[in-house]
């Protein structure tokens, strides 16, 4: 993989960024084999931002995406930037890089972070500076919605039309049919600003291998050879917003289609609602972000000892426009993102995060 590396003084790069801001565009390069290679790219910006952040930049815009990281800060991808909290103030982590909406954020296994943007691709970060990915790169969109570590290491980048996939060497592209999903290997280059139908939402390898892709289209599930789209009942489900694999090993879909389980034989539904995003918490209940008739609605879900045909459901909060991403910290709090930026729950209290 190609990666340019330039170290620049702060002033100069604030300079830089600041006229780049006027109006950036983004050009497709000429058609090509799509794994890219060190050897085939040069070497992408790499960013230093140590002593360079602002503090107390709590999220206040719409945020996508909740993480905790191994060393215990929670992370929030907003339309305002990538926003680090360490237990005491806030940090805006790509204001010196990036003025983009970002979506997703992932730190892997080897610790490094991964910040998804609509417009700008993919910035890795490994504590004090970036490195951006984008179709110059390799990757098939520079919209990304998703991110997700599998069990080999290797990242996968849902995006507008299709899925990059990066094994730290080398990209491979997967792009998006009206109603098929296949690898490519000729270079295409999906535009930018053209999200739906062909978005991917949400990617999760489970417990056989097997990867699922919630799309806006359709939802397929991949084995290393060919992809299938998901039915049920020679229905395909079709824009689906999330996807998890619990602890037991079921997988979870939510979407237009509502909120369903599959335990490996059989589907089963559990409301028909339309549902955005999906989180099992340590006690193994699931939470859910939902729509209901306009109003929006933050659930859980207790199949503990119920089963899921007999479930116990509590509303949490409701009458929200918009829920998004869910965590439970390390201490038992729930974070959820909405429109105006973050609630936080602590079994009694539901307050926005200031």
């Known amino acids: 993989m190609i990666l340019k590396r330039i170290q620049v003084q702060w002033l100069f790069l604030l300079f830089v ?11 497709d390069p000429p058609e090509k084999n799509n794994r890219l290679t060190e050897k085939d790219l040069g070497k992408s910006p790499v960013v230093s931002t140590k002593d360079t952040l602002p503090d107390n930049d709590a999220p206040n815009t719409i945020t996508r995406s909740i993480i905790q990281d191994k060393s215990g800060n929670i992370w929030f991808a907003t339309f305002g930037g990538i926003i680090k909290y360490d ?46 990915f984008t179709t110059n790169d390799g990757l098939v969109n520079n919209e990304i919605v998703c991110i997700y570590e599998d069990k080999t290491g ?9 899925v990059s996939r990066y094994d730290g060497d080398t990209i491979r592209n997967y792009i998006i049919g009206e109603d098929s999903m296949i690898e490519d290997s000729t270079g295409t280059i999906i535009p930018n600003l053209q999200r739906p139908p062909n ?39 079709t824009n689906v917003r999330w ?26 539904n559990i409301t028909k609602d339309f ?17 209901s008739a306009g109003s929006w609605i933050l659930s859980r879900y207790d199949f503990s000892s119920t089963g899921v045909e007999q479930r116990s459901v509590s509303e ?21 993102g909405s429109l105006n930026g973050v609630y936080q729950y602590d079994g009694q209290k539901f307050e926005n995060f200031r």
């Open 17 to 27: 960024f600041l006229a780049s801001c006027k109006g950036q565009n983004y050009t």
């Open 87 to 132: 237990g005491h103030s806030c940090t805006n982590i790509t204001s010196a890089v990036s003025s983009s909406r970002f979506f997703s954020v992932l730190e892997d296994s080897k610790g490094n972070f991964w910040f998804g943007s609509i417009g700008s691709g993919v910035y890795s970060y490994d504590g004090e500076s970036f490195q951006n």
């Open 154 to 162: 290797d990242i996968w980048f849902g995006a507008n039309g299709g």
């Open 199 to 237: 978005e991917v939402n949400s990617i999760v390898e489970d417990k056989t291998g097997k990867y699922w892709f919630g799309t806006r289209g359709y939802t397929f599930v991949y084995d290393g050879k060919r992809f299938t789209a998901v039915t049920q009942n020679n229905r395909p489900f």
């Open 243 to 268: 996807i998890i694999e619990d602890k037991k090993g079921n997988i979870w879909l939510g979407g237009n289609d509502g909120l369903w389980q599959y335990d490996g034989n059989e589907f089963t």
């Open 275 to 291: 549902v955005g995003y999906i989180y099992e918490d340590k006690k193994g209940n699931i939470w859910t972000s939902s729509d």
């Open 316 to 336: 949490i909060k409701k009458g929200e426009k918009m829920f998004f991403g869910i965590l439970e910290d390390s201490d038992g709090n729930i974070w959820v």
